[in-house]
């Protein structure tokens, strides 16, 4: 079975400042995995996704993950954050190869705010 | 092009009460899925389906059904509602092309169970 954790439930920064959301997995297989984010009422918006071949992905919004596989890995940065930013930013894997993508699992999501 | 639609975006239920929530997608993707979100849970699935007349459960599939008989629709019924059933509820669409693999998701249905 797959897990997700997100290593942190909020993360508050001052704007223009860096900004890195933790994330680790669990999986018996090769792995699918996505960061998703959330504004307030809304639905889900991919930034970014790994499939397969170079582990930097990059995303929308300025947003990179590095995927690791030794230390199961795919902690989210940007290098300078607005406040737009401010969302919640979820954590998802799908088991691999054909990605299983009707099947995702996500983490508990990391509340980023971003403050003046 | 609309994507993944959900409906109703708001529903106040009593315990007890059925209800169906709709999603329809027109992109024709194979894949639909439905998801709960809670505070602190993040999303879990509820029950998929990899194509018309084909569906499965997920983690978390009792007091939910579905149904599959056409590719753009997949309603998920709430046969008698409880109050552990408030949450947003989000539909998914996605589909199988190998190296380009992408969950859509719908805007939500907020249910509240009094």
């Known amino acids: 079975a797959q897990s997700v954790t997100q290593l942190d439930s909020q993360v508050p920064v001052f704007e223009e400042a860096p900004v890195e959301l933790r994330c680790n997995y669990s999986?018996?297989?090769?792995?699918?995995l996505f960061w998703y984010v959330q504004y307030p009422n809304q639905g889900l918006q991919l930034l970014l996704k790994?499939?397969?071949?170079?582990?930097l992905v990059k995303g929308i919004n300025g947003f990179e993950a590095e995927f690791n596989k030794s230390q199961t890995s795919f902690h989210l940065r940007k290098p300078s954050v607005h406040i737009s930013d401010t969302a919640e930013y979820f954590c998802?894997?799908?088991?691999?190869?054909?990605?299983?993508?009707?099947?995702?699992?996500f983490g508990k999501g990391t509340l980023l705010t971003v403050n003046p | 092009n609309a994507g993944v639609t959900q409906t109703p975006k708001f529903q106040v239920l009593k315990t007890g009460q059925s209800m169906t929530l709709q999603c329809a997608q027109d992109?024709?993707?194979?894949?639909m899925s439905w998801y709960r979100q809670d505070p602190g849970m993040g999303l879990r699935l509820i029950h998929y389906?990899?194509?018309?007349?084909?569906?499965d459960q997920g983690e978390v599939p009792n007091g939910y059904n579905v149904s599959r008989s056409t590719t753009e629709d997949f309603p998920l019924r709430l046969l008698s509602a409880a109050p552990s059933q408030t949450s947003v509820y989000f539909c998914?669409?996605?589909?199988?092309?190998?190296?380009?693999?992408?969950?859509?998701f719908g805007q939500g249905t907020r249910l509240t169970v009094v």
């Open positions: 998802a894997v799908s088991e691999g190869p054909g990605g299983s993508n009707y099947k995702l699992t």
């Open positions: 790994y499939l397969s071949g170079s582990t």
């Open positions: 998914a669409s996605s589909y199988s092309t190998r190296g380009n693999t992408e969950a859509f």
């Open positions: 999986s018996s297989v090769s792995v699918y």
């Open positions: 389906s990899v194509g018309a007349g084909i569906t």
């Open positions: 992109m024709n993707h194979e894949y």
